[in-house]
Nanobody, 123 residues
Framework: VQLQASGGGLVQPGGSLTLSCAAS????????MGWFRQAPGKEREFVAH????????RYSDSVKGRFIISRDDAKNPVYLRMNSLKPEDTAVYYC?????????????????WGQGTLVTVSS
């Protein structure tokens, strides 16, 4: 079972971008899905997670109010809509899955990881 993130690219400050995470070889419909990011020279950090039912979400303070996590298991396990992007949002973004019912902000709690997609916010 694999995850693959996509949708990254170059965007100007204030712009928007939507990341997708596709699953292959299985389904993640009963997993909590999360997004993490890692900027150059920094540790991987939590961005957002969404429960398997889709009715519970959590965001890091740095993206709250700007990013929206959602899921549509008929298509892709998880999406991340990023609005009002800032240069400090520049990072490689990773999708991940955990079987912890209420999710986690700790990367070690996630069992499956996709290859990252690079988001660059620059004018």
């Amino acid at each position: 079972v694999q995850l693959q993130a996509s949708g990254g690219g170059l965007v100007q400050p204030g712009g928007s971008l939507t990341l997708s995470c596709a699953a292959s070889g299985g389904t993640f419909s009963h997993y909590t899905m999360g997004w993490f990011r890692q900027a150059p020279g920094k540790e991987r950090e939590f961005v957002a997670h969404i429960s398997w039912s889709g009715d519970s979400t959590r965001y890091s303070d740095s993206v709250k109010g700007r990013f929206i996590i959602s899921r549509d298991d008929a298509k892709n396990p998880v999406y991340l809509r990023m609005n009002s992007l800032k240069p400090e949002d520049t990072a490689v973004y990773y999708c991940a899955a955990t079987n912890q019912l209420y999710g986690s902000t700790w990367s070690g709690a996630y069992d499956y990881w996709g290859q990252g997609t690079l988001v660059t916010v620059s004018s």
